[in-house]
């Protein structure tokens, strides 16, 4: 069951990423980046962490690719072209890349010791404690401070993705 | 209770769950008809069976037999994918609503909820913040000014909205201590009415708000805008024909429904009796078993009522009006109601 | 229930987190679309908090999973900046393709 549902999912997200890339029209890539963050979810819950499963749906499928679907519906983005440029990073790009993916392919098979991962097993095994009760423990007792800053970061970013995105000129316009 | 046992029930659980919701959505439809014809003065659909009451069943006969046109123009997966987005998403939701109390099948078996979850109310914020793709993609695919015109109001309506949705039910979350629905409504059920979080829990404020969110969320009038026909003829669906149309048609009746089912689980006590423990409880199974869902249907009938008294009474707004009320008023009060709600329950 | 059981080594996680950060380089690397390119930057930022939930799995570190929540708070404000920076390089170059904007180039 754990197998199946890991090679399923783990499919759906490989193939998701490998489609990102190959699609030219940015719509498709955003779809397809919007299955492999389905996917992830599902593996979150698979690894036992409810929380960030559904946090990942609802922040990166549910909000930031919305953003990005927006957008490129807003510039009505078309087909990218394919350029010099590109070639000529490519084989440098690829074989760094492929002997990056070697290395870390190779340490992480030669590691041992890590624990099987099995069903219904998450960070707590008491029955009545869920995932949520030890997460908020832990952030609104011992990490408050990160958490209230990260809050300030959100509101400077959204100051400054209004304030960058505005057109100049709107305020004069608008006063007429 | 062997593994194959499990599936079974689930299976047929789910088959009994979506043929349900199917057949509510096709009734909803005719009530807001009906309803709306008396609001107007007139009689509404009244020839197909007594007081038209097959009048789905022709619609829905119509809609398939309709010819199945695509325009040439449409970016065509995605144009066929939007409207199968928009039903699962309204569809889906089903899985997380409980009707009832658990443990009242056979083998001690979740009879009236489809998969009893610690995360249910997030799950439902996520499929709602899903939910937007099909209306979404649906209009940028038509290749049509007024679909992609509808669809980008439509996305910025909801994104906005959803920040007031959310946040009102934080003071519910808030006061249970807990994101599972049973448990929510569990903590309003001892005195009936009272306890309700609308009354007792002093939610009314976090009520108000998350009816103005959900008409928003629904594209409901008086928010209708993604869809304002005098202006945007159809809005994000005017490129759609027979099957693909009734699909969306099909999620929007679904998503009232929808936040129909969450309102009455959070605010209004869900499958609970609203005399509480009043009565003493019968020995009767039968009477146990229908009780809850007499309840929440009784519930779920009259928030929908509501929706449709609105929907009758209240004109279109303007659009700049509308983000105006989302975020400069809904917004700020849902802020307030939490400090209100978490120093209340402080003091307490 | 023994099909419930079966378990496998976290060590594929691993993996996959890993073939997916290769695959978002190689997208930053070979897509041409600004937009693009910055879907990349979130299909590596998604492999690494993988790789965080797994070894929160490991060692039943709850602080592994906050992480991944902060990571996640900070990418979507990242986003926000990001595609405002996107709109306004548009408005003003008219172009989203990545190597028609060198106005700084040498």
């Given at each position: 069951m754990y197998l199946i549902l890991f090679i399923v999912f783990a499919g759906f997200c490989l193939a998701g990423a490998i489609n990102l890339l190959l699609q030219t029209h940015p719509i498709n890539s955003a779809l397809s980046l919007i299955v492999v963050m389905t996917s992830l979810a599902v593996l979150y819950l698979l690894l036992g962490a409810e929380f960030l499963a559904i946090a990942q749906i609802i922040v990166?499928?549910?909000a930031v690719m919305v953003l990005f679907t927006f957008v490129v519906m807003l510039l009505n983005a078309g087909r990218e072209e394919r350029t010099l440029g590109s070639r000529a990073a490519r084989p440098i790009g690829f074989t760094a890349v492929v002997v990056l993916l070697a290395v870390f392919a190779t340490v992480i098979l030669r590691v041992q010791g890590l624990n099987p991962a099995v069903l219904?097993?998450?960070?707590?095994?008491?029955?009545?404690?869920?995932n949520l009760v030890l997460l908020s423990q832990v952030l609104f007792h011992e990490l408050l401070l990160p958490f209230e800053v990260t809050s300030v970061l959100i509101l400077i970013a959204i100051l400054g993705a209004v304030a960058i995105a505005r057109r100049e000129g709107a305020e004069r316009t608008a006063e007429k | 209770m062997t593994l194959l046992e499990f599936v079974f029930w689930s299976l047929l659980k789910v088959a009994v769950a979506t043929v349900v919701m199917l057949m509510g959505i096709a009734y909803t439809v005719l009530l807001e008809r009906k309803l709306v014809g008396r609001i107007q003065n007139r009689w509404g659909?009244?020839?197909?069976?007594p007081f038209g009451l097959l009048q789905p069943l022709v619609d829905g006969a119509k809609s398939f037999l309709k010819e199945d046109l695509i325009p040439t123009a449409v970016y065509r997966p995605i144009y066929l994918l939007a409207p199968l987005i928009s039903l699962s998403c309204t569809l889906i939701f089903?899985?997380?609503?409980?009707f009832g109390p658990p443990n009242?099948?056979?083998?001690?078996?979740?009879?009236?909820?489809?998969s009893n979850i610690n995360i249910g109310l997030l799950v439902i914020l996520g499929l709602t913040s899903m939910g937007v793709y099909g209306v979404a993609l649906a209009g940028w695919s038509s290749n049509n000014k007024y679909s992609l015109l509808g669809s980008l109001r439509s996305s910025s309506q909801l994104i906005s909205y959803e920040l007031a949705l959310g946040l009102s039910l934080v003071g519910v979350v808030l006061r249970a201590g807990s994101l599972n629905l049973r448990t929510i409504v569990k903590q309003q059920a001892t005195l009936g009415m009272a306890t309700w979080n609308i009354f007792g829990g002093l939610q009314f404020i976090a009520f108000f708000i998350y009816l103005m969110a959900a008409f928003a969320e629904t594209n409901?009038?008086?928010?209708?805008l993604p869809e304002a026909e005098s202006e945007l003829?159809?809005?994000?669906?005017?490129e759609y024909s027979s099957m693909k149309f009734a699909m969306f048609f099909m999620a929007e009746y679904g998503n009232m429904i929808n936040v129909g089912c969450v309102a009455t689980l959070l605010?209004?006590?869900?499958?609970?009796?609203?005399?509480?423990?009043l009565f003493p409880q019968l020995q009767s199974t039968f009477i146990n078993l229908f009780a809850p869902i007499f309840w929440f249907v009784i519930k779920v009938l009259a928030f929908l009522c509501l929706y449709v008294w609105v929907r009758g009474t209240l004109p279109r707004f303007r659009y700049d009006q509308l983000m105006n009320f989302g975020w400069r008023f809904l917004l700020p009060l849902a802020i307030l109601n939490i400090v209100g709600t978490s120093l209340w329950l402080a003091f307490q | 229930m023994s099909l419930l059981n079966h378990a496998i080594p976290l060590n594929w996680y691993l993996l996959l987190s890993a073939v997916l950060f290769s695959l978002g380089v190689i997208g930053f690397l070979i897509k041409r679309n600004l937009i693009t390119v910055f879907m990349s930057i979130e299909l590596m930022l998604n492999a690494v908090n993988l790789t965080f939930v797994t070894f929160a799995y490991q060692w039943n570190a709850v602080k592994g999973q906050i992480f991944v929540f902060f990571v996640m708070m900070v990418a979507a404000a990242e986003a926000a900046v990001g595609l405002a920076i996107i709109i306004a390089v548009f408005r003003a170059?008219?172009?989203?393709?990545v190597d028609r904007i060198n106005l700084m180039k040498l």
């Open positions: 990166y499928a549910g219904g097993h998450g960070l707590t095994n008491a029955p009545n404690q869920s | 659909p009244s020839r197909v069976g089903i899985a997380v609503v409980p009242m099948g056979p083998h001690r078996f979740d009879l009236f909820e489809i409901r009038s008086p928010f209708d003829v159809a809005g994000y669906h005017t605010f209004l006590g869900g499958w609970t009796s609203p005399f509480g423990d | 170059r008219g172009t989203l393709a």
